[in-house]
């Protein structure tokens, strides 16, 4: 037999390598099988010298005064679902042309960023692959003016709202059609200065 061969002494998975504490001031402990170290004894400490800019805060997003029963509610349902949805839906996608025709996409309050990535606002992974991963374009909802606007993401590929490319921020109206790629959307209106949310 080779020297490699981890038969000896158990194998290789029954004599593992691990660290134990990691970050400044704890001491990093490599423990074989067979050797009789401890574990370090320093692990509050560690975690008390942790800097509290290592804790990353989550943005609360913008949505209407809710109760605390409505707040559980929607807590239960965010944490169970994993692709997005908003808490208060303002409007619609509707892919009127190209594939995913039929599917439609709710919008929410603030910006609702398009793309074919699971973490967009608004996925469009129907199969065009014209449409960037990653921020195609967004929609935003200005909850204070009630209005809606469309801009150009940063993606390679260009936007157009009634056949017009977008290049700057423009204002987004009712049943307004969005191209993307070779897909063809349409925009439905939920909330407006008859109704809103809020």
């Not at 509610?73 to 409007?91: A, D, K, L, M, Q």
């Not at 014209?130 to 940063?154: L, M, T, V």
Request: net charge negative; charged share 20%; aromatic share 8%.
């Amino acid at each position: 037999m080779s020297n490699s061969d981890d038969s000896k002494n158990g194998g290789f998975f029954n004599n593992p390598t691990r660290r134990v504490g990691s970050g400044a001031g704890a001491a990093a402990t490599i423990k074989k099988g067979g050797g009789d170290d401890k574990p370090p004894t320093n692990l509050a400490e560690t975690s008390q010298n942790m800097k509290s800019s290592d804790i990353n805060p989550v943005t609360r997003r913008v949505r209407p005064s809710i109760s605390a029963e409505e707040a559980a509610s929607v807590n239960t349902t965010t944490n169970s679902v994993n692709s997005y949805h908003p808490e208060f839906v303002v409007g619609w996608l509707v892919v009127v042309n190209g594939p995913g025709r039929g599917m439609s996409m709710p919008l929410g309050y603030g910006l609702n960023s398009i793309g074919r990535e699971e973490e967009m606002g608004v996925k469009l992974d129907f199969g065009d692959e014209e449409i960037s991963r990653n921020g195609h374009c967004q929609i935003a909802y200005d909850h204070k003016n009630k209005k809606f606007y469309i801009q150009h993401g940063g993606g390679q590929n260009l936007t157009y709202l009634e056949d017009q490319p977008v290049l700057s921020s423009c204002e987004l109206n009712n049943n307004m059609t969005i191209s993307v790629g070779s897909t063809t959307l349409k925009f439905i209106q939920f909330c407006d200065d008859g109704f809103d949310w809020e």
